[in-house]
């Protein structure tokens, strides 16, 4: 048998066989552990939501035990739209199903990509002048929708949100939980696709996270206002929280996403929960102290950032 | 080579297996590798991880080209090899995922860049197109553990001293709490966290070495 091995045809029928053969198998591979590593997708989903909500049950809770416990929990799964209009919503009676990108139940806020809808939201940045007229009005056509979920325990409700921007160098997206009055962080998780390991990456971990306890995303007469990452070791007030050394360019993003998302989000909370949270608000109150000055000076450093 | 059947153990066989430990480690002495020895190394199970990924994907990856070896076309051997690496890459990812989900989080993209690792290359091209599979295995072994080991010595300091912990185990107490060696006022080194403590920790090893076996030493450097 003498085949020339360094003949063209040859050379060609190796390399169609091998594709052949090596496609297949990658198919076949990717076919077989897709359900698995949706699982594990979905699972961890759920487990972050389930970790914001800040509670003591489930606080700790494993990835694992999140499939199981999720449905127990969350009684809510809204979509919101840019003026906080409620799109859809669905009742834990509702599975959730994990699936491929086209297969998504499009209604259910668990499927929606907020990741997807925040680089729609970075081409609308890139087209028109942010804040003008024609940004607002583009804002307003795009299709880019806010999940909530709530969450019912011991008779008491609390808001997850949902949210992704851009940090230093990659992704990053959290889930922060309001309390019943829809102004009280009650418990955040962040995550990140690639920040710097030791500085921008200390976002995931527990000192940054526990800072968002109690503080508010509105002002006592209601009015949203954004919560700033401040420079650690600064004094902080209710819409203050410390930030990590060295990892300015990822709070820029952290607090650039929470606030984009957080105001639609109060366009909504403010109208369910006005009629009845008021004593709550009171109560507020007396721990708020802060003076207008230094209120005005945070909106002045908005308007500089927003310039930029 | 001899018609004779060599035993599964010679002592050519042993050499494949130890000399990429010691004498011919492709990180330390052939600096081979490195980039991902660089990244991968700030929590010791991701280390163990990727050293597992790499072995596996070594010892497949020598195994086919040793058996196809006298059926590659020449002119597109280089192809050929990366196919079969990349291929191997992918499985290992995807397995990854399904199985150990927060390891291959953790690693992200380090585990599709096994494929532009050169030792792989580098083995698949110096010794499994010209040897037969069982001396390739071998060689692949080898080059894998000598990987892993550097990966895994490095990646202890960097946990130990970077974080305090080996393993997600606190060994020096907890930081935040203010248990243990940090009530005296320890404090974690930043830097080990950081790429560039790896080199510093991979030159000492490779100064250690060399001072252990002189005959390392490039006599003509001098």
Same mark, same amino acid.
């Given at each position: 048998m003498s085949i020339n091995k360094e003949g063209n045809g040859y050379t060609m029928i190796f390399a169609i066989i091998m594709v052949t053969v090596v496609g297949g198998l990658l198919a076949f591979v990717s076919s077989t552990l897709k359900p698995t590593q949706m699982e594990n997708v979905k699972n961890e989903k759920m487990q972050n939501i389930l970790q914001a909500i800040g509670i003591e049950e489930t606080a700790t809770v494993s990835r694992d035990e999140a499939g199981a416990i999720f449905n127990d929990y969350i009684t809510k799964r809204i979509i919101l739209d840019y003026d906080g209009n409620v799109i859809s919503e669905l009742s834990n009676e509702v599975p959730i199903k994990a699936a491929a990108r086209k297969r998504i139940? *499009?209604?259910?806020?668990?499927?929606?990509d907020v990741r997807k809808y925040y680089n729609d939201l970075t081409g609308l940045m890139k087209k028109y002048p942010e804040g003008g007229a024609e940004y607002e009005a583009a804002l307003k056509e795009e299709v880019i929708t806010y999940p909530l979920f709530v969450c019912e325990k011991d008779g008491k409700e609390f808001y997850i949100t949902y949210f992704s921007g851009k940090g230093l160098w990659d992704d990053i997206w959290g889930y922060i939980s309001l309390q019943e009055d829809g102004r009280t962080i009650n418990g955040s998780v962040f995550d990140h696709k690639? *920040? /710097?390991?030791?500085l921008g990456s200390k %976002? /995931? *971990?527990t000192p940054f996270n526990d800072?968002?306890?109690?503080?508010? %995303?509105?002002?006592? *007469?209601?009015e949203y206002r954004p919560i700033k990452v401040l420079k650690p070791g600064l004094k902080r007030n209710e819409y203050q929280v410390q930030g990590l050394s060295g990892a300015t360019f990822t709070h820029v993003g952290v607090e650039e996403m929470m606030d984009r998302s957080l105001a639609v989000y109060s366009k909504y909370l403010k109208g369910i929960t006005a009629s009845n949270t008021l004593p709550v608000i009171n109560e507020m109150s007396d721990s708020t102290m802060i003076s207008d000055s230094s209120y005005q000076m945070v909106i002045d450093t908005n308007a500089v950032l927003a310039l930029k | 080579m001899s018609e004779k059947k060599e035993a599964l153990f010679s002592k050519k066989n042993k050499k494949l297996l130890s000399d990429p430990l010691?004498?011919?480690?492709?990180?330390? &002495?052939?600096?081979? @590798?490195i980039c991902s020895a660089l990244a991968v190394t700030v929590q010791m199970d991701n280390a163990i991880v990727m050293s597992v990924a790499v072995l596996f994907v070594m010892v497949m990856g020598n195994l086919i080209v040793s058996l196809l070896r006298n059926l590659?076309?020449?002119?597109i051997k280089i192809i050929v090899q990366l196919v079969i690496v990349a291929a191997l890459v992918i499985i290992v990812d995807q397995v990854l995922k399904a199985y150990v989900y927060d390891v291959s989080k953790s690693l992200s993209v380090f585990v599709g860049l096994i494929i532009t690792n050169c030792i792989i290359m580098g083995r698949l091209e110096a010794y499994a197109l010209g040897n037969k599979p069982w001396g390739s295995i071998l060689d692949g072994v080898g080059n894998g553990l000598g990987y892993g080991l550097i990966l895994v010595v490095v990646a202890f300091f960097k946990e130990l001293f970077g974080s305090g912990k080996l393993l997600g185990f606190e060994i020096f107490g907890n930081s935040i709490e203010q248990t @243990?060696?940090?009530? &005296? $006022?320890y404090e974690d080194n $930043?830097?080990?966290?950081?790429?560039p403590s790896s080199l510093i920790l991979v030159a000492i090893y490779i100064w250690i070495q060399k001072k252990r076996t002189p005959s390392l030493i490039d006599e003509n450097a001098n």
């Amino acid at each position: 048998m003498s085949i020339n091995k360094e003949g063209n045809g040859y050379t060609m029928i190796f390399a169609i066989i091998m594709v052949t053969v090596v496609g297949g198998l990658l198919a076949f591979v990717s076919s077989t552990l897709k359900p698995t590593q949706m699982e594990n997708v979905k699972n961890e989903k759920m487990q972050n939501i389930l970790q914001a909500i800040g509670i003591e049950e489930t606080a700790t809770v494993s990835r694992d035990e999140a499939g199981a416990i999720f449905n127990d929990y969350i009684t809510k799964r809204i979509i919101l739209d840019y003026d906080g209009n409620v799109i859809s919503e669905l009742s834990n009676e509702v599975p959730i199903k994990a699936a491929a990108r086209k297969r998504i139940d *499009e209604t259910d806020a668990f499927n929606v990509d907020v990741r997807k809808y925040y680089n729609d939201l970075t081409g609308l940045m890139k087209k028109y002048p942010e804040g003008g007229a024609e940004y607002e009005a583009a804002l307003k056509e795009e299709v880019i929708t806010y999940p909530l979920f709530v969450c019912e325990k011991d008779g008491k409700e609390f808001y997850i949100t949902y949210f992704s921007g851009k940090g230093l160098w990659d992704d990053i997206w959290g889930y922060i939980s309001l309390q019943e009055d829809g102004r009280t962080i009650n418990g955040s998780v962040f995550d990140h696709k690639g *920040e /710097t390991p030791g500085l921008g990456s200390k %976002i /995931t *971990e527990t000192p940054f996270n526990d800072d968002f306890l109690g503080k508010v %995303i509105t002002t006592d *007469e209601g009015e949203y206002r954004p919560i700033k990452v401040l420079k650690p070791g600064l004094k902080r007030n209710e819409y203050q929280v410390q930030g990590l050394s060295g990892a300015t360019f990822t709070h820029v993003g952290v607090e650039e996403m929470m606030d984009r998302s957080l105001a639609v989000y109060s366009k909504y909370l403010k109208g369910i929960t006005a009629s009845n949270t008021l004593p709550v608000i009171n109560e507020m109150s007396d721990s708020t102290m802060i003076s207008d000055s230094s209120y005005q000076m945070v909106i002045d450093t908005n308007a500089v950032l927003a310039l930029k | 080579m001899s018609e004779k059947k060599e035993a599964l153990f010679s002592k050519k066989n042993k050499k494949l297996l130890s000399d990429p430990l010691n004498l011919n480690n492709p990180v330390t &002495i052939q600096v081979l @590798g490195i980039c991902s020895a660089l990244a991968v190394t700030v929590q010791m199970d991701n280390a163990i991880v990727m050293s597992v990924a790499v072995l596996f994907v070594m010892v497949m990856g020598n195994l086919i080209v040793s058996l196809l070896r006298n059926l590659i076309p020449s002119k597109i051997k280089i192809i050929v090899q990366l196919v079969i690496v990349a291929a191997l890459v992918i499985i290992v990812d995807q397995v990854l995922k399904a199985y150990v989900y927060d390891v291959s989080k953790s690693l992200s993209v380090f585990v599709g860049l096994i494929i532009t690792n050169c030792i792989i290359m580098g083995r698949l091209e110096a010794y499994a197109l010209g040897n037969k599979p069982w001396g390739s295995i071998l060689d692949g072994v080898g080059n894998g553990l000598g990987y892993g080991l550097i990966l895994v010595v490095v990646a202890f300091f960097k946990e130990l001293f970077g974080s305090g912990k080996l393993l997600g185990f606190e060994i020096f107490g907890n930081s935040i709490e203010q248990t @243990g060696l940090y009530s &005296i $006022g320890y404090e974690d080194n $930043g830097l080990m966290l950081l790429p560039p403590s790896s080199l510093i920790l991979v030159a000492i090893y490779i100064w250690i070495q060399k001072k252990r076996t002189p005959s390392l030493i490039d006599e003509n450097a001098n």
